[in-house]
């Protein structure tokens, strides 16, 4: 079926977006949520597995008290109510990747309940209601092989790695939201973001999108303007970057005001997002009819934190983000503008951890929200899936400021590290970057510039001081941008003056 | 010399601690027995004759070296098919477990290699225990050693028949609605079904999470406590394990004294659809208690009237969610339907198709529907209503006695085939027995003599509350030696001869 899709602002016009965001978390606890296997990533397939995360005949779970405590904390985090007995209740369907064919996972009695976070857009703030947080455990991997689209359908073979199937999750669900008009989209996307800040905060996972720590599920309807009446909702699945968090949202929007307008109605089924084209495509179609049987898991008993445990928790929470926020906002001494682009950015823990590093907070930014900015956005990816680290962009500030290479040249060490050359002193060394202090050389480039340009030349002894920077441009040109710019202005006008 | 196949464990592990007989000497008495005598009783569905006589060997070499054992140390047994063994094929009577082989031990198996006892095989039973006769085994049915053409109960009927055959002198069962009792009450041999809790799961091949517990399957009520007090203990692999103190069971077996126990005879359970000759003898039975010095009443659990049909409706909407895992990815049975790439679904499909008989796939349809959208709070949510409804009643009825006595099964051993075509008439025959699963409450059942219309065993069972398992032992001890005197001897010895076919 060939969809039209309405212009985003034309939809906007005529139709206000429902969302509702699912986010699950993969917690970092050292061991999986039912049994004693490692959870540690990238281990060769099916080496981090026993009896119970394979199903074997006749294994039984037992609940991690660890992922207990990270569920509370995160519900606390998020002003939840903990709730005082919860269960783990069965969803039962069948899939090669999940080795029970039931996800031990909860339903009417999650963990954690009626909570909120704020989140920020353009120095506005929205509050985000979340319905619940639950516990649950994740699937195998299934790898399918063969066929064009990488998917199940068309596939010769699959291969399943169960090392991930049991791995603790958490999955957050909100209360509707609705922001009309396009924030609504921005919104969806800061909420991921602040959520990512806030439970990386709390130390319980990695919190990576591009590995799939953090993955968020985007809900989306329309109710045409004025109406009351909510429409059906597809459901995009593991979009896998804020970035992409922010273009379903669009795609969605455009693509159901298209069905809506044609006078068709909006199928409910789930969606795959496609990094690519930044398009959605039908993945599974769901129905009201799509029964998981969920009843309670009698392998294990009620989940019951005392009061004592969770006020104890409550005490090890980091500050609130928006408290922080103005905290390091004072500390870096930062504009509203800085702070919000900042934010806005994705670039708040990536800015600290450089700060951490030992480089000042403005330079910070600069390279966050500036050079760094520009590359994600050119891969499209999020920031923090660039393939460098807040230590490294300390190191190549650090080389700045001991004068080794110019801003010009640093440039070409972020090349050098994000093409995987290694180190930026490795990167500096195996191009050749240093800058050229030796006075002898520069002297000589300088003569030669002079020489070569008689009428700049002429202007400068005349005391047209602004024409320098055309000789300076000459000599980094000479020496291939290696030379303090700085130190040949001087040299310039010394032979000049 | 005596056959050592007829002592009781007690009896055998008291002439292996005097160092009368070796552990491989009994061993391999009962590996010779089972070779006589299993091809008619068809009570084992796999013998691990050299695991067996390894582990009976090392028993006996500890005991020279003068170690201190446990006091079954030595003593075979044979393990119900549905708990895994290590290295040992385990198929639930199931084909589609068929070949595979454990690579872990139940805690159970754990349990019993630790005290020293040596595994003689798997016993038979019905398809994922699921069944009241064993005639729902992948593997053909086990005959009861009183008349090959009869039941020997159901599902354990393999670990009762191969006690009652002499081709163990003790076993392991499991007991989600009856399946360790019954069988015992049929082939005139001893059954517990302890505390839901009191043994760990961990390793027992599920059929209904919150109904399964593994028991002992023996001769005597003192066996049955001492194979109790070896297989019980609290543990951290099974999260609905019992933590705290455990009742010492061998000690209330050994004390055996009711007078002044208070027992309540229950009226739903012993009137109508009982046979007469079954009746006769709990009559019987309680009259003998009274005479000792028992306080007999009758008690009333009205909601025992709807155990069933809640037992109907728990049991397979676990059952259908328990056995989901068996779609040939990972393990068992794998049919790949004919076609050019069959999906994983069809795969999936025609391997439980084949793999799984008529009465599993009946109970995972059964619990399917049962827990379907829409028919959950129906079927489901009033089935747990009547398992409060029924712990309250039986509350009650703890307040004005320590234990409740009924008939164990209504009838004695039917014929095999009898009931195959009628699953609600086999389901009743649990109809006395389902209900201390439905609350978790331990149970017990002996033999209490023979059914003058067919000269066939009978049991009696006691119930306690949860916890008080040893009031079971107590009471039930005190009844088999009043037994023996009435009867001049072990109900057991009445069984006839089985030919050796060897």
């Known amino acids: 079926m060939t969809e039209t899709l309405v212009p985003l602002d034309e939809a906007l016009d005529r139709y206000d977006p429902v969302m509702g965001l699912e986010v699950h978390v993969e917690l970092n606890t050292a061991t999986k949520m039912f049994c004693g296997c490692s959870t540690t990533f990238g281990a060769p397939p099916n080496t981090q597995v026993c009896p119970v995360c394979l199903a074997l005949p006749g294994a039984l779970p037992v609940v991690n008290e660890k992922a207990v405590e990270s569920a509370i904390r995160i519900g606390l985090a998020l002003n939840c109510e903990i709730a005082e007995l919860s269960r783990f209740a069965r969803k039962n369907y069948f899939y090669p990747d999940m080795p029970k064919n039931f996800q031990t996972s909860q339903y009417d009695e999650p963990i954690a309940f009626d909570g909120y976070l704020d989140i920020e857009v353009d120095g506005e703030t929205y509050r985000i209601e979340i319905e619940r947080a639950h516990m649950e455990e994740d699937t195998g991997k299934a790898t399918h092989v063969g066929g064009s689209t990488g998917r199940i359908h068309g596939a010769d073979h699959s291969l399943i790695d169960y090392n991930r199937a049991g791995i603790p999750l958490i999955e957050i669900v909100t209360r509707t939201i609705e922001v009309p008009g396009e924030k609504a989209a921005a919104v969806a996307r800061a909420y991921v973001s602040t959520l990512r800040d806030l439970v990386g905060g709390l130390g319980v996972s990695d919190v990576r999108m591009d590995q799939g720590s953090l993955r968020a599920d985007v809900n989306l309807s329309l109710k045409p303007k004025g109406s009351d009446v909510l429409g059906t909702r597809s459901e995009t699945k593991n979009v896998n970057s804020f970035r992409s968090v922010e273009r379903a949202v669009k795609f969605e929007i455009t693509r159901h005001a298209g069905i809506l307008d044609a006078g068709g109605s909006v199928l409910q089924e789930t969606r795959h997002f496609h990094e690519d084209t930044g398009t959605t495509s039908s993945g599974r179609e769901k129905s009201d009819a799509d029964d998981y049987r969920y009843f309670p898991e009698p392998d294990l008993a009620p989940v019951a934190p005392s009061r004592e445990w969770v006020e104890e928790l409550r005490t090890t929470l980091p500050e609130p983000p928006a408290v922080r926020r103005a905290r390091l906002q004072g500390e870096w001494g930062f504009s509203d503008l800085d702070m919000r682009d900042t934010v806005g950015a994705g670039a708040l823990e990536l800015v600290v951890a450089t700060i951490e590093a030992g480089t000042t907070p403005q330079a910070a930014k600069k390279w966050w929200l500036g050079e760094l900015a520009r590359r994600a956005n050119e891969t499209g990816v999020d920031l923090d899936a660039l393939p460098i680290t807040p230590q490294v962009v300390a190191q190549i500030q650090g080389l700045i400021d001991a004068g080794r290479v110019n801003d010009k040249l640093a440039r070409q060490v972020f090349d050098g590290v994000l093409a995987g050359e290694g180190t930026p002193d490795e990167v500096v060394a195996g191009r050749g970057l240093e800058v050229v202090s030796d006075e002898g050389a520069l002297g000589a480039a300088v003569d030669q510039a002079i020489a070569d340009n008689p009428d700049v030349a002429q202007k400068i002894r005349d005391g047209k001081v602004a024409a320098a920077g055309a000789l300076i441009g000459a000599v980094m040109k000479q020496m291939r941008g290696q030379a303090d710019a700085a130190r040949v202005r001087e040299l310039v006008l010394e032979k000049l003056g | ?502």
């Open chain 2, 1 to 502: 010399m005596t056959d050592l196949t007829r002592l009781s464990a007690a009896d055998l592990a008291a002439r292996l601690a005097s160092g009368d007989v070796t552990s491989v000497e009994a061993t391999q008495a009962h590996l010779d027995r089972i070779a006589a005598v299993d091809g008619a009783v068809n009570a084992f569905l796999h013998v691990d004759a050299e695991g067996a006589l390894a582990q009976a060997a090392d028993v006996d070499a500890r005991r020279a070296a003068g170690e201190t054992l446990g006091e079954l140390a030595g003593v075979p047994i044979a393990v119900k098919d549905v708990i895994t063994t290590r290295g040992v094929p385990t198929t639930a009577g199931s084909k589609i477990l068929e070949g595979w082989i454990p690579p872990y031990d139940a805690t159970v198996t754990e349990r019993l290699k630790a005290a020293g006892l040596p595994i003689l095989g798997k016993t038979n039973m019905d398809e994922f225990a699921m069944g009241s006769s064993t005639e729902h085994s992948a593997y053909g049915p086990t005959h009861n050693p009183w008349d090959l053409d009869r039941i020997p109960g159901g599902s354990g009927g393999g670990s009762a028949a191969a006690v009652a055959a002499f081709e163990a002198p003790l076993a392991v069962g499991t007991d989600t609605g009856g399946s360790i009792r019954q069988p015992g009450a049929v082939t005139g041999t001893v059954g517990v079904k302890p505390t839901y809790g009191a043994i760990s799961r961990y390793g027992l091949i599920a059929m209904a999470s919150s109904l399964d517990q593994a028991g002992p399957v023996t001769r005597t009520v003192l066996d049955a406590a001492l194979l109790h007090g070896v297989m019980a203990g609290h543990d951290p692999r099974d999260s609905t394990s019992i933590s705290g103190e455990y009742p010492d069971v061998v000690a209330a077996a050994r004390r055996a004294d009711v007078d002044g126990l208070r027992i309540g005879v229950v009226t739903e359970l012993g009137g109508e659809g009982f046979q007469p000759g079954v009746r006769a003898r709990f009559e019987e039975s309680v009259e003998l208690l009274t005479k000792a010095g028992a306080d007999v009443v009758e008690v009333s659990l009205p909601s025992v009237k709807q155990a069933l049909a809640a037992y109907y409706l728990v049991m397979p909407s676990e059952a259908s969610s328990n056995l989901a895992r068996f779609d040939a990815m990972r393990y068992g049975l794998r049919v790949t339907p004919d076609g050019a790439t069959p999906s994983a679904e069809a795969v999936m499909a025609a391997t439980r198709d084949a793999g799984f008989g008529d009465e599993v796939k009946r109970r995972i349809i059964l619990g399917t529907y049962a827990l379907s959208s829409g028919y959950y709070d129906a079927y489901y949510g009033s089935a747990q209503k009547v398992r409060t409804l029924l712990a309250r009643d039986f509350a009650a009825a703890f307040e004005q006695v320590d234990v409740l006595a009924s008939p164990t099964s209504p009838t004695t051993a039917y014929k095999l085939g009898e009931k195959l075509d009628d699953p609600l008439a086999m389901y009743l025959g649990d109809v006395a027995t389902i209900p201390a699963n439905l609350v978790g409450i331990p149970g017990i059942s002996i033999p209490n003599g023979l059914a003058d219309e067919d000269g066939l065993p009978s049991g009696f069972q006691l119930l306690a509350p949860a916890h008080a398992d040893d009031r079971l032992y107590n009471a039930a001890a005190t009844l088999e030696r009043l037994l023996e005197q009435h009867w001049g001897g072990p109900i057991l010895a009445k069984a006839p001869e089985l030919e050796a076919t060897r």
